[in-house]
């Protein structure tokens, strides 16, 4: 065996962060209710506590896509990493 410990990295990294701020923006942006509860302005007639929420589909779509990619690209980069110092962590 060797004496050379193993460097493992860290569990939270600034990608993490940023996928947890991904996922959890829109639980904020609709648990906070006194932010939207009201009618004015108007978009196309709709009032805007509806199209504030369904706006909010939308965005939520796109932060759990752009999580999604940055999830998957860090796994890729913990892979080759894990590929490139000669298997000592199988």
């Known amino acids: 065996m060797s004496d ?4 493992s990295q860290p569990v939270v990294t600034p990608i993490r962060v940023v996928i947890t701020v991904c996922l959890l923006a829109p639980f904020v ?3 906070w209710v006194g932010s939207y509860a ?6 196309i007639g709709i009032p805007f506590f ?3 929420q ?3 589909v939308l965005i939520s779509t ?10 998957q690209r860090e796994q890729r980069a913990r892979k080759a990493a894990a590929g490139t110092d000669g298997g000592a962590r199988r």
């Open 50 to 52: 509806y199209w504030y």
């Open 29 to 31: 942006a609709m648990l």
């Open 62 to 71: 796109a932060l759990t896509m752009t999580a999604y990619q940055l999830w």
């Open 4 to 7: 050379v410990p193993e460097v």
């Open 54 to 56: 369904m706006l909010w």
């Open 38 to 43: 009201k009618t004015d302005p108007t978009f």
